[in-house]
């Protein structure tokens, strides 16, 4: 076969591929699905890499890593597509094969997860479909005629359902989101009784300007979560479940929940990913339900040392019994600023423990809560190589002058922030280019279980300069230089930024 009719073969194979992803893309976006079978597989794909893998990813791509393995697993359905319609100048059945092997990869994908129903597979059915018709037809437009009129003409009906696929993923485009904005239009009409916080006067005070807010206004919190679509729960359907080794069974919905007593307090949360000196932290001020109220009301029973936490998407963690039964406000919050959660932060209800990292702690979508023993269950990280338990380390970082700015010489004003959740902040110290610490002054809080905005001053003359940061907790511990990485419970070590004075 020449090199004109091979090009062809692969070209209809591989629009073969992208015609099904994208009739599957709008039957799931119809049936206000959660994901597609891409996303579906690529959640999987997530799911099984290690997590030393996929911390190594993120600190390449940062927050793109979940767009680039949906663009991954989507191209790699093309290429495989391509193959499949070289492969049926052999023998067409050759060809299906290809595809029905990647529909059962997305099958099995789909029957792993947790939210699978039997209406999850509609979109795959589709999608196969496509994909059955559409490679006989286009192959077939794809083999040589007699004549180069024909074979134009031919292919002038292949680009024409390139077109129809086009218009397809428009129309898919239209309603893309539909769950979506419905759980949004529920969230706006939501009214919670809850208040929006008052930052504590002196928080901010002689804070030099480039700082992060004491209160991180909720477009700019940190997120992260293993979710590539970020489950639409509606309010009016959700249920919470507490089991597990209790004297009674609880089983609450959302009114019912937000008509008992809130709690509001300024808690800050971190991730166990963050880097020394990374910005995975956050400070708001949360409204919910104590968990200590619930389980006092469940009856904990003896020996029971852990709460399984589960997710709508499936995601678990596992947090001790103490530090959701003790003087702590750990809580089911319903409202993040006064305002309800957004949807990418958990709406409708979300777990806040303070001084444990989210990885052991903070269930976004949650609707299950399990009181067991560590020694009966993993959860989602520590399945992946993380500890057990995730208490946040005491912490520091420079924010003023960033890594590689350029500042006048003379005096120059510094700082940042520092967080021992649930232990508070004793003292914060700086140097410059290795010279004596000096203690910084420190923001007024309301409690140990926010980060703590510290400032000063020193005199830089022209030149390179580094400044580095160290705290000391109420425990007395004072930070240590050494470095460690994120994996298995959180980095350690002095931050430091280097820029230059002229």
Sequence with gaps: MTSAPRLRLALAGAVTGLAGVAASQVVTHLLNGRATPVEVVAEVVIAKTPGPV???????VGRNDKPILVAGVTIAIVLLGAVAGLLTARRNLYGHLVFWAMAAVSLAAAMSRPDFTPLSLLPL????????????????????????????????????????????????????????????????????PVTAGTVPAGAET??????????????????IDTALVVPAVDPDGWKLRIHGLVDREIELTYAQLVARQMTQDWVTICCVSNPVGGELIGNAWWSGVRIA???REAGVQPGADAVKQTSQDGWTCGTPVEALTDDRNALLAVAMNGEPLPVEHGFPVRMIVPGLYGYVSATKWLVDLEVTR??????????????????VKTESRVEVPRDG????????????????????????????????????????????DTWVQWSGTV????????????????????????????????ATG?????FSAG
């Design 459 to 490: 005199d830089v003359p022209q030149g390179q300069h580094t400044l580095a940061v160290r705290a000391t907790d109420r425990s007395g511990y004072t930070q240590t230089a050494a470095r460690a990485d994120v994996v298995p419970n959180g």
């Design 54 to 60: 996929v911390e190594s990813l993120i600190s390449v």
């Design 494 to 498: 002095w931050h430091s930024v280097k």
């Design 405 to 448: 700015a350029s500042v006048p010489s003379g005096s120059v004003g510094v700082g940042g922030h520092a967080w021992a959740q649930h232990t508070g902040i004793e003292k914060v110290e700086f140097r410059l280019d290795g010279s004596a610490w000096q203690e910084a002054e420190l923001g007024r809080v309301p409690g140990n």
């Design 374 to 391: 560590f020694a009966d269950f993993t959860a989602y990280w520590t399945d992946r190589g993380w500890s057990e338990k995730g208490p």
């Design 206 to 223: 002689g804070a030099p300007k480039g700082l992060t807010p004491w209160r991180v206004p909720n477009d700019d919190f940190y997120r």
């Design 125 to 192: 059915a589709v999608g196969v479909l496509v994909w059955a018709v559409l490679l006989d037809y286009l192959t077939g437009a794809a083999t040589p005629h007699p004549t180069v009129e024909a074979s134009r003409r031919k292919f002038l009906l292949a680009a024409g359902g390139v077109a129809v696929a086009a218009v397809v993923v428009g129309v898919g485009g239209r309603v893309v989101g539909q769950g979506r904005r419905a759980v949004e239009t529920s969230r706006r009409l939501l009214r919670l």
């Design 293 to 295: 109220d619930l389980l």
